[in-house]
């Protein structure tokens, strides 16, 4: 069955810079895109990129642009998402979602890994 | 950036039927899908591209399609139905084109 599996909880100075893995399995990694997708402290659910893992493309949201950088390793099946000059609202659970198409756009988002809680705090 | 608009709270009690709705400009011209998100787990897809049940959603979750609002109907609501749900939309055109609604918490009563 497809697992997404991500780092754990990771704390963070403001101005410093995180990466978040997102482990994947039970399936073809190349064939689906993968998103991350953010929740701030009792917030909703904001988007804030993609990546193509067979090509290492991504599309980003505008407002990340600069800070977020998203990357994949094929060996291992990973893809990361680092994001930099953190603030503290960027005190987050960041989850990885799995295309429900294959090599598709438009899709839903079927498969979400656990979520990655990253705290900005001096 | 395309806005989605959820009413925040929805309540219904157990064995009634529960609608929430998402509004946007020109809804019909994306493909909605809906989340639920119970308090401390990641959002599961409920219905997708409008109307499609993922397997393993119980039937009594459905979507529909009117004008430029799309609703999430859940027929004979259970406890287990007390959730957060978004619905989202991919906007290929946007800076932003991944997007959801604010989420509306259902409540039962």
């Known amino acids: 069955q497809v697992q997404l599996v991500q780092s754990g909880v990771d704390m963070k100075k403001p101005g410093a810079s995180v990466k978040v893995s997102c482990q994947a399995s039970g399936y073809t990694f190349t064939d689906y895109f993968l998103h991350w997708v953010r929740q701030a402290p009792g917030q909703g659910l904001e988007w804030m990129g993609r990546?193509?893992?067979?090509?290492?493309?991504?599309r980003l949201a505008q407002k990340f642009q600069g800070r977020l950088r998203l990357t994949r390793d094929m060996s291992s099946a990973t893809v990361y998402m680092g994001l930099s000059s953190l603030k503290s609202d960027d005190t987050a659970v960041y989850y990885c979602a799995r295309d429900f198409y294959a090599a598709g756009s438009n899709s839903p988002w079927g498969d979400w890994g656990q979520g990655t809680l990253v705290i900005v705090s001096s | 950036s395309y806005v989605l608009t959820q009413p925040p709270f929805v309540s219904v009690a157990p064995g009634k039927t529960a609608r929430i709705s998402c509004g946007g400009n020109?809804?019909?011209?994306?493909?909605v899908q809906w989340y639920q998100q119970k308090p401390g787990q990641a959002p599961v897809l409920v219905v997708g591209?409008?109307?499609n049940r993922p397997s393993g959603i119980p039937d009594r979750f459905s979507g529909s399609f009117s004008g430029n609002t799309a609703t999430l109907t859940i027929n004979r609501v259970e406890a287990g139905d007390e959730a957060d749900y978004y619905c989202q939309v991919w906007v290929d055109t946007s800076d932003h084109p991944g997007v959801f609604g604010g989420g509306t918490k259902l409540t039962v009563l």
């Open positions: 990546i193509n893992p067979k090509t290492g493309g991504t």
């Open positions: 020109n809804l019909g011209t994306y493909s």
């Open positions: 591209d409008d109307t």
